[in-house]
């Protein structure tokens, strides 16, 4: 039985990049066939592969860490560099649609009336919604360090308790902006100001969706006991993706709704 | 974060690993009777008196303001209601979030 002398982890072979790979053809394949053959079954079948890809890779990190202990310090730092890397590469795919709103809105063509935001539009007030959406992130941003707090000082209740509140703020946020988008007077068909504004807020929306889900199951791993009050990587990098997804919600603010109106 | 919360979060992050933190808290004598306080508990404070009841406030005021507005009369602009290619869903000619009484077609209204 043969044992390794460092600290790092060397992974089984397992299927799942293979298998992630192939949901990402078929997902964009998909999209094609859809948009241009109106066909779904490609896509659904990427969104299903992509799915059971996520479940059973990060089932299997778990297993790795929680379970057989391979997460040791420099493993830990890994994933640490790692994570903060995916978040700037977010940050990177942001700004380049906060590149396009400015782009647009800095110098309104004539063919929008010249100003900004263009004819016809009525955007809606940031005082209101909007502001509502704004003190649910940055409350939530409070309860997910009390959170933190909680479970470095070994309170498994209030930690419980504190991220709890934290999903139900981010359920709330979601529901909020579903319905802005039912009420909103304008659409993403509605010329430059539509786009920029749908899209910079629907990759947020989704990005507050995946955020939450991430929380959803740090809270069960809590339930199950798998946190310690020193070692809780899973936990950290949920909250910093969750504190990623509300800076980003801050610039959204200030320049669509705010600024932009 | 726009709060200068920092230098707090800091000191009670000390304080919550168990040591003499730079919180201050109260002398050696006094520790037993008047426990130092955690981190934890500062930012539980702040949720329930600072955060929620900022959320709560914030909904009361979206709420008295929710009322249903006229609806803008429609111009036939060029620049709005764009359609270079039908969407893939229903009849091509509905955002995905249409709503009918607030979003008019490329033709109008859909109903009075």
Redesign the interface.
Known sequence: MTHQSHAYHMVKPSPWPLTGALSALLMTSGLAMWFHFHSMTLLTLGLLTNTLTMYQWWRDVTRESTYQGHHTPPVQKGLRYGMILFITSEVFFFAGFFWAFYHSSLAPTPQLGGHWPPTGITPLNPLEVPLLNTSVLLASGVSITWAHHSLMENNRNQTIQALLITILLGLYFTLLQASEYFESPFTISDGIYGSTFFVATGFHGLHVIIGSTFLTICFIRQLMFHFTSKHHFGFEAAAWYWHFVDVVWLFLYVSIYWWGS | ?ALPLRPL?RG??SA??GGHGGAGGPPPQDRRAHPAP???R???L??FV???P??A???F??YL??GHRP??EF?P???????TKPY?WGDGNH?????SH??PLPTGYEHP
């Open positions: 974060m979060t009670l992050a919550a690993k955690s981190a934890a500062t930012w539980r702040l949720t600072l955060a929620l900022s959320v406030l914030c909904t005021n979206s303001h929710s609806r803008p111009r602009y060029q620049h709005l209601r764009i359609r893939p955002t995905l979030f249409h709503n607030v979003n």
